[in-house]
């Protein structure tokens, strides 16, 4: 009794203090907000000689949040001044023609990144030394990813005592059946696709041979992409750079000189010295340095014309209902989709897509609005970090399909998953249930018993009868042969590169090319983009998070490192009805 008065008042304790410093930064972040707003008016006079700086030491989201304000020294994710892709991308394009910007500081830190992200930024900062300008990275830990950043500058720098991490690309899959055993949950899951490994860490505590197979394949034609491009900016050939990494020949910051992967060690101020003498200025005088989320280019105005073409951004895990944070929600889209199709201004749609799926049926109503657009308007896929499984079906309708030669797409398959928790509940927990029913399926699914043959078969028949009609979709969009999607289906997941040479997609490029073509379809000499759905205010953000974050801080004080492993198993708890869903416990590094 003791102990579970004890317990009761430590929770107790957890939620009135979690609450109490939720409060307390609320005040302070509305206090942030209101200073913020003007902040947000301030036209920034951009002097000659003037140096942009990118500041990369933080995971680049697809869009940042709306204004100028910054929440993130309350602890708050997602709502600091960090700017998203497009934001950057716009920075860099409006930078290359303006004459008052001589060139880039691009600062990087180690930052949890996606290839091709990367890859979009890359273009970006390759197109802008075309206009007769440098680049300049520092560094004083950097990791693949932010080196494949550093290397499109003109000189790369590291801090003498840091750094550089050039070890290869590693894929961990984290399997948990002998941690749901040990807790008496039993997952049961039926399939469709032999490569289809979105279920299969909670049924198994090794990587089965097809997963194995489809994760060398993908993640060897990120490698290999890697390193052809690190060995053209850095005029290597691809043996030289592969052998740099396989032998881990960088292992001090002076082996990355000698073997010319960098061009220096420096500290920051002696870099900004480098970057004094390509501005041409004088010694004593320092480079009028602008960040990113400050720099504001008054001479590039948007277009005013009528014609639109509509950016519709799908980012997250598909489900039903309305759209949250982390979630495409089929009605919150749907009611976009349905708005691009009636409004006459609205020329094209370019659909944005990082997704790794999800809800089938949810995939399966957003794939129908995305049909009857494509009847009046152009429809053109731009493909982020990952579209795959959900995030292919509501792709394959279009007219035309770009990706990165990085991005994760493909997993054409199906699966569905009932835990069965009886051994949780009896024998650990000493709950015991008693069923009444008229029906012999009435009963199917409840969680205090296993499926039975008959059910398993049922489900199946479910299963199968979704994967045929994924496969008939994808058929009809990319016009080609039911047999032919199956032979590259199978849940199986490719590398953009690798799609491309099977008809998963018909290009390589990333947003901007996107829009390109979408014009050049709807005939469109004159445009305006539009983005859509529209950020929120921070203040509403906020407290729509701030619930969430309350009880996230209180759940991590009670389950320490357990709280990671807890978020897998709920997420997973939480899915319902069948799924067209990539593993979302996949991690590459």
């Known amino acids: 009794m003791k102990q579970f008065l004890k317990f009761t008042l430590a929770s107790m304790f957890g939620f009135l203090l979690a609450g109490f410093v939720g409060f307390v930064l609320l005040i302070s972040a509305v206090s942030a907000l209101t200073s913020g707003l003007s902040e947000e008016t301030e036209m920034i006079q951009v002097p000659d000689n003037s140096v942009l700086h990118l500041k990369i ?15 993130s020294m309350f602890g708050m994710p997602g709502f600091g001044k960090e700017q998203g892709l497009q934001d950057l991308i716009k920075v860099v394009n409006d930078a290359a023609i303006d004459e008052h910007i001589k060139g880039i500081y691009l600062e990087l830190d180690l930052s949890s990144q996606s290839f091709a992200i990367v890859e979009e930024l890359r273009k970006a900062l390759l197109a802008f030394k075309k206009h007769n300008k440098f680049i300049v990275a520092y560094a004083e830990m950097i990791d693949e990813y932010g080196y494949y950043l550093a290397a499109t500058a003109n000189k790369i720098y590291l801090n003498p005592n840091g750094t550089l991490v050039l070890n290869g ?69 691809n043996a030289f750079v592969h052998k740099v990494i396989n032998e881990l020949k960088i292992q001090q910051t002076h082996q990355a000189v000698e073997l010319g ?34 720099y504001k280019n008054s001479s590039v105005k948007p277009a005013s014309s009528a014609n639109q073409i509509a950016i519709l951004y799908c980012n997250g895990e598909i489900v039903s209902g309305k759209s949250s944070d982390g979630n495409i929600g089929s009605i919150s889209i749907c009611e976009q989709l349905k708005r691009i199709r009636k409004d006459e201004n609205i020329k094209a749609l370019v659909l944005r897509i990082n997704s790794p799926g999800g809800s089938a049926l949810a995939s399966d109503v957003m794939w129908r609005e995305i049909e009857l657009v ?31 030669p990085n991005t994760i797409t493909g997993s054409i398959g199906v699966f569905g998953m009932l835990l069965n928790a009886q051994n949780l509940l009896e024998n650990k927990l000493g709950v015991h249930i008693e069923t009444v029913k008229f029906g012999e399926y009435a009963d199917l699914g409840m969680p205090n018993r296993p499926l039975n043959p008959s059910e398993k078969q049922v489900i199946q028949n479910g299963v199968d009868l979704i994967y045929t009609d994924f496969i008939k979709k994808v058929a009809q969009g990319r016009k080609i042969s039911e047999a032919k999607v199956d032979s590259i289906a199978q849940g199986r997941v490719w590398s953009g590169k690798d799609a491309l040479k099977i008809g998963l997609v018909d290009e390589l490029g990333g947003l901007d090319r996107a829009i390109a073509v979408a014009a050049e379809k709807a005939k469109l000499t004159e445009f305006r983009t ?60």
Request: charged share 25%; with cysteine; net charge neutral.
């Open 57 to 71: 030491n933080y995971s680049i989201p697809e869009r940042g949040s709306k204004g100028n304000v910054d929440l």
């Open 169 to 237: 690309l590693a894929s961990e899959v984290v399997y948990l059946k002998d941690a749901l055993d040990k807790i008496g949950l039993e997952p049961q899951l039926i399939r469709h696709g032999k490569f289809k490994s979105a279920g299969e860490p909670f049924i198994a505590n090794k990587m089965s041979n097809e997963n194995r197979a489809q994760i060398e394949s993908y993640l060897g034609s990120l490698y290999h992409h890697f390193v052809a491009q690190i060995a053209l900016d850095r005029k290597k050939d």
């Open 261 to 294: 992967m960098i061009d220096g060690v420096l500290y920051d101020d002696q870099v900004k010295e480098e970057i004094q003498k390509l501005c041409l200025q004088p010694t004593e005088k320092e480079p009028h340095f602008i960040l990113a989320s400050k």
């Open 374 to 404: 494509k009847k009046s308007k152009p429809v053109v896929v731009s493909m982020g970090s990952v579209a795959a499984s959900g995030g292919y079906y509501i792709a394959a309708p279009a007219n035309w399909i770009i990706a990165q």
């Open 530 to 589: 539009i983005q859509l759905p529209g950020l929120k205010e921070p203040i509403e953000q906020l407290f729509e998070s701030f619930s969430s974050e309350a009880e996230a801080f209180v759940l991590k004080q009670q389950l320490g490192p357990q709280y990671t492993w807890f978020q897998t198993i709920k997420k997973q708890c939480k899915y319902q009805g069948i799924q067209t869903r990539m593993d979302h416990t996949l991690s590459i590094h």
